[in-house]
């Protein structure tokens, strides 16, 4: 049944990927919709755009929270303990990836996944620590950190490798043009190279790319996290969480370090950007935790237990509600706008 999951849950994100790697970098996969908030003296309305770049990371959010469910619920970890240390854990995250963004790239009206992994890198294993020993106090049950902190870290590294699907359809977090790279690398990507076709796209506005031939450096975020998420997810289903919870944090970490190498978009001023400088600190921080947070058993693993989990109308109301919190918190456009008018089709009257 381990098998059968993982083998499934590949076959869906390969059918996914194909599917977007053609279509995102396309004008029309970026905007979802525009709302009229103001109408203008001649008549027409000023708009709120809604984007994909919400749609496509409100639904790693939730891909994510899934998965740790799924995991947990698997080797019977309270599905309520699981709900607290996920409501805490995304009240700090969510909140960083705007806040670190401003602090790291002076800019308001932006969002980084980045910060807010840093964020939760940091405090997730005093959150696991925090909520055993409450559990331990309150109920007399163990929630045993190292599994938490396994699905956790396998949970955000899908998460954050369906995030990079936001990326392909805003046009952001974008590779170095294929003509600027080693002759290699352009023999390499002459076939499989992203093309971006859209003004309000952020790499037409910040630096005139659309149009040419980028280094997909986005798919390939998205195809090595998602296989490190798939062996993570073996890995914690055989007992090994220990492996689970380094393989998949070392390489979103190492990965962030050195693929940012390899984009175009401004990263700062220095040569070493200070989110990469957080992804090299993250990795030595989680090699640390290993010898600090006390060890697990392997459990007796049910990935339909887990799978159950989510067929609950309370929890598919709280996947629902998350997806609809983050969307409206990324989704609403701040970089571009809308103006529009509306009419009367007197031919259908």
């Not at 002076?106 to 980084?112: E, G, Q, R």
């Not at 989110?275 to 697990?296: D, E, H, N, R, T």
Request: aromatic share 14%.
């Amino acid at each position: 049944m381990n098998e059968l999951f993982v083998l499934s849950l590949a076959m869906v994100l390969t059918f996914v990927f194909r599917w977007a790697f053609r279509t995102l970098p396309r004008e029309n996969w970026q905007i979802i919709a525009a709302m009229p908030r103001d109408k203008l003296g001649t008549g027409e309305w000023r708009g709120e755009n809604l984007t994909y770049y919400g749609f496509f990371t409100a639904g790693a959010y939730l891909f994510a929270v899934a998965t740790v469910f799924i995991l947990l619920g698997a080797i019977s970890v309270s599905a309520t303990a699981i709900f607290i240390i996920v409501v805490i854990l995304l009240g700090f995250c969510i909140p960083c990836s705007s806040l670190i963004a401003r602090l790291v790239e002076k800019k308001k009206h932006t969002f980084s996944v980045g910060g807010a992994s840093f964020a939760g890198i940091l405090l997730t294993p005093w959150i696991a620590m925090i909520a055993d020993a409450v559990m331990i106090r309150w109920t007399g049950m163990r929630i045993p950190a190292m599994p938490v902190l396994a699905a956790i870290s396998v949970g955000y590294c899908f998460g954050e490798g369906l995030g990079r699907l936001a990326c392909i359809s805003f046009g952001c977090c974008y590779g170095k043009p294929l003509k600027d790279c080693p002759e290699r690398v352009r023999r390499m990507f002459e076939k499989r190279h992203f093309v971006f076709y859209g003004k309000t796209k952020k790499i037409a506005y910040a630096h005139s790319l659309d149009g040419e031939k980028i280094f997909p450096v986005q798919a390939i975020t998205i195809v090595l996290y998602s296989i490190s998420g798939l062996l993570g997810v073996y890995l914690f289903l055989l007992g090994y969480y220990r492996s689970a919870y380094i393989l998949t944090l070392a390489v979103t970490q190492l990965w962030r370090f050195f693929s940012e190498f390899l984009r175009a978009d401004y990263r700062g001023e220095s040569n070493i950007s200070a989110y990469q400088k957080m992804s090299a600190l993250a990795v030595v921080y989680a090699i640390c935790m290993l010898f600090i947070l006390p060890g697990a058993l392997p459990q007796q693993t049910d990935v339909l237990r887990g799978l159950g989990y989510l067929w609950n109308p309370a929890m598919i109301l709280l996947l629902q509600g998350l997806w609809a919190a983050i969307f409206l918190h990324t989704g609403r456009s701040r970089v571009t706008g809308a103006c529009m008018s509306f009419h009367v089709i007197r031919e259908r009257m």
